[in-house]
């Protein structure tokens, strides 16, 4: 089995953090996400891989390109083909039953363990699956036994059930013939028609899953993922170290001469004298001149999420305040 990682995305949510950086290569502990799901794959044996990109593309190929012992490939999309469109445009380099994953995605999911249970049920499409309080900006998903019945992208309510699907799907190379076109989503155009043949299963997870999709999102994965990962990290060309000091993960780059307390600091960063940092990811490149709490520095902004809970859900309350320098 080989994977595809979908890469492409524009990461608006995420503005401005995503101006000038891809979604997958944000970091996470000072380590970017497309790593994380790299190492993954890796851990379970996958070790042939292709990379949709679309957005800045050329920062991806040149991340992909610094992976060790792994054959990777780059597809560049000219234009936006959805979810399962630049799968299927990238088929040729897929093999007959492959994973399909998010590179803005972080989990704990047991990729043998579902192939496994992809292989055994007879599926064509196995779906992961995770349950969340709050369904209304998820797919959700009903099932019986290990089928899945229905999928509600999205829904107003949360009434629907509490089972979303987590974006990580086993494809059988197969159905991608089945449909015509070539922009296609897997939720909107694929997933219904194969759900009514009884063709899609569900593969149920109750670890870590989380994704990144909005700031608050990615800010609160730097303090909930582990500083070293779930997986052990991929090996690089070039080894980039992050060192952990206490309570923080400080890149050995970066310039300190503040006071850091439960924080991220990338490489090239800098705190100043006298300033301090607390609960905060500091970018790559960004800079620290006054005390600061809750907050994403980058090297022209500032995100301040306020207010926040870090052991927890946020708050439904919360504000987010963005100061461009």
Same mark, same amino acid.
């Given at each position: 089995m080989n994977a595809i990682i979908l890469a492409g995305g524009r990461g608006v949510r995420l503005m401005p953090l995503t101006a000038e950086t891809p979604k997958p290569l944000l970091p996470v502990c000072n380590v970017p996400m497309l790593d994380h799901v790299t190492s993954q794959l890796k851990?379970?044996?996958?070790?042939?891989? %292709?990379?949709?990109? &679309?957005?800045? @593309?050329?920062?991806i190929a040149r991340r992909a390109a610094k992976y060790v012992d792994i054959k990777t490939r780059v597809r560049v999309e000219s234009r936006p083909l959805g979810t399962a469109g630049c799968v299927k445009a990238a088929s040729k380099y897929l093999s007959d039953v492959f994973f399909v994953l998010s590179g803005d995605c972080l989990n704990d999911i047991d990729l043998a363990s579902m192939a496994r249970s992809h292989i055994g049920s007879g599926a064509d499409v196995t779906i992961a699956a995770v349950k969340r309080a709050d369904t209304r900006k998820y797919g959700v998903i009903s099932t019986d036994g290990d089928k899945v019945t229905s999928l509600i992208e999205k829904p107003f309510s949360n009434s629907y059930g509490n089972t979303v699907n987590a974006g990580i799907y086993v494809v059988n190379k197969r159905i991608l013939s089945e449909f015509d076109g070539d922009e296609l989503d897997f939720a909107k155009d694929v997933f219904p028609v194969l759900i009514r043949q009884g063709r899609v299963g569900v593969y149920r997870h109750d670890g870590f899953w989380s994704d990144v999709g909005a700031i608050e999102d990615y800010f609160r994965a730097n303090f909930i993922v582990p500083a070293e990962g779930f997986f052990p990290r991929v090996r690089l060309k070039k080894e980039e170290p992050s060192l952990t000091f206490? @309570?923080?993960?400080?890149?050995?780059?970066?310039? %300190?001469?503040?006071?850091?307390?439960? @924080?991220?600091?990338? &490489?090239?960063?800098?705190?100043?004298?006298?300033?301090s940092v607390s609960d905060c990811v500091v970018l790559p490149g960004g800079k620290v001149t006054s005390d600061v709490r809750y907050s994403v520095i980058g090297k022209n902004f500032e995100v301040n999420l306020l207010p926040i809970t870090l052991s927890g859900d946020f708050s439904t309350d919360s504000a987010t305040h963005f100061n461009i320098f």
């Open positions: 851990f379970y044996g996958v070790d042939d891989i %292709v990379y949709a990109a &679309a957005y800045r @593309s050329a920062q206490g @309570s923080s993960v400080i890149s050995p780059d970066a310039r %300190v001469s503040g006071t850091v307390n439960r @924080s991220i600091i990338g &490489a090239g960063a800098s705190v100043g004298k006298g300033v």
